[in-house]
């Protein structure tokens, strides 16, 4: 097979691939931010559901869980298809790692800082939302970062769901045309260049966002 | 004479085992000016962090501009303050911190209309305005659109100073204002509470180991030990003449110091 055909084919599993990112992050950072504030601030009862939620999905292989929303809850009535089955465990996946981290964002803001606000008598809702979360979200973006590129590595596992994505069409590809080099090494690239436009995209952001707190740049 | 504008009445509070006031009684008139001295760990910060709603109390009562702080009438008894209670009485008081605790993602002249504009609802022209006359006040007209980062340690703190200010308490609580300065920033701070007291009328409760500011600008000084005022007078009979021992050993050792 020809250089030119093999990155086409594989361009279109590229392409599934980004789609799935960019439907499985946002779900990510929903669930990141919901199940981490109520972490923090809901009353137990709903803090005990965050818990469950986060130690579950953190606690079991992606792989299973994907197993479990695509081929298990067919049998209890629940039939999605592959793709939405693929976004919603692995938002669902990333985004417990993801509560964790605003939780660990928030909790970082100093202490001051909510007594500052409190004693300029700001109702709590502004103080998190005013004083608090645009503190914390500068602490969120590495740590964001790095968990948007686990879940770009983390969707080859839908490759074992019947998903045409990059891994898929690579080793379909492999198996019939045997031109294993020169096929992983084009999937290789493929990984690392969405890997890094993410990356460039999180600094950017980064830097929008620490206006005035004098620590801008990628610090880890 | 008219009703103390902060009364203590019995107060307890503890920090888990450790008592800190045990039965705690302490008045402030209206535009009275108070020094408190003592000890490090002796409950001064938190004797204004408890007025400031910062920390609760776990016994007795305290009123602020005649209203209970802690505790609200309900059904004709008093039951602990809800939040909607805490936030009113909240406008009765301000606070400067040790650390300035400015807010580092908003501008100077955003840090001082912040609140007015969010929490009473003041016009952005006029949160503004009154940004600008504080901050011409306390001296830093140029840094309005800087950030707090941007500021020396001084600065920081007369912009905690005018954003305080801006809400308009009628008592202001200071906590170790120049603390955390190097000693060659403190009396820029300083004098902007002369200025300050000089103009208007405050009730102001103050935390300093600056013993001259102390003798200079309060009506009475406390000396606090063990979470308690084991001596208060006019600011002269303090400095000069202590009655007791605790306070004459706290003042040696000060002016053993510097
Ligand atoms: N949040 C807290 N939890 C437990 N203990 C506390 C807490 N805050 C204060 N304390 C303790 O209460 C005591 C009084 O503290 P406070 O900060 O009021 O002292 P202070 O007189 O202001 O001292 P300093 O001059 O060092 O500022 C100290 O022993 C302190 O360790
Ligand atoms: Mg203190």
């Not at chain 1, 504030?37 to 803090?47: D, E, G, I, N, Q």
């Not at chain 1, 503190?135 to 948007?148: D, E, S, T, Y």
């Amino acid at each position: 097979m020809e250089f030119g055909e093999i990155v086409s084919v594989l361009l279109q599993g590229a392409i599934v691939t980004i789609k799935i990112v960019a439907m499985a992050l946002p779900l990510a950072t929903i669930m990141a931010f919901v199940f981490g504030l109520v972490r923090l601030y809901a009353p137990a009862p709903f803090k005990q559901v965050a818990i469950v939620y986060i130690e579950f999905f953190r606690g079991t292989s992606a792989l299973i869980q994907l197993y479990w929303i695509y081929f298990v809850l067919p049998f209890f009535g629940i039939t999605i298809d592959a793709m939405t089955a693929a976004v919603v465990a692995l938002g669902l996946n990333i985004g417990s790692y993801g509560t964790e981290v605003v939780r660990g964002a928030i909790q970082a803001v100093p202490k001051g800082q909510y007594e500052a606000s409190v004693a300029l008598n700001f109702t709590a809702s502004q103080r998190l939302w005013r004083v608090i979360m645009p503190q914390a979200l500068v602490n969120m973006i590495p740590p964001f970062g790095n968990l948007a590129i686990e879940l770009v590595k983390a969707t080859s596992l839908v490759s074992l769901i019947t998903i045409g994505d990059l891994t898929f069409k690579a080793k379909s590809l492999a198996d019939t045309t045997l031109q294993v080099g020169e096929i992983f090494g084009v999937v290789l690239v493929f990984y690392f260049v969405m890997a890094q436009v993410l990356m460039l995209f999180i600094k950017r952001l980064e830097k929008y966002l620490s206006k005035g707190l004098g620590r801008g740049g990628f610090s880890s | 004479m008219s009703a103390p504008i902060i009364e203590f009445k019995n107060v307890k509070k503890c920090f888990g085992d450790t008592v800190i006031f045990s039965d705690f009684n302490f008045k402030v008139e209206e535009n009275e000016i108070v020094s408190i001295i003592g000890p490090s760990g002796s409950g001064k910060s938190t004797l204004l962090r408890i007025l400031m709603t910062l920390e609760g109390i776990d016994g007795g009562y305290i009123n602020v501009a005649g209203e209970s702080l802690w505790h609200m009438p309900w059904q004709g008894q008093y039951v602990p303050a809800n939040s909607k209670h805490l936030h009113k009485m909240r406008n009765h008081l301000g606070m400067v911190f040790q650390h300035f605790n400015l807010f580092p993602h908003m501008t100077v002249k955003r840090n001082i209309t912040e609140a007015p504009m969010r929490v009473k609802g003041v016009s952005r022209q006029d949160a503004e305005e009154l940004a600008e006359k504080l901050l011409a006040l306390v001296g830093l007209a140029d840094k309005a659109d800087s950030y707090p980062n941007d500021l020396s340690g001084g600065q920081k703190q007369r912009v905690g100073i005018a954003r305080a200010l801006a809400m308009k308490p009628s008592i202001l609580l200071l906590d170790e204002i120049t603390s955390a300065l190097d000693p060659e920033l403190v009396d820029e701070v300083l004098d902007v509470i002369r200025n300050l007291v000089k103009e208007e009328s405050f009730t102001m409760l103050l935390v300093t180991h600056e013993m001259y500011f102390a003798r200079e600008i309060s009506d009475r000084v406390c000396f606090f030990d063990k979470g308690a005022i084991v001596e208060e007078g006019e600011p002269e009979i303090i400095f000069t003449a202590p009655k007791e021992e605790r306070t004459k050993a706290f003042l040696n050792a000060y002016i053993g110091q510097s």
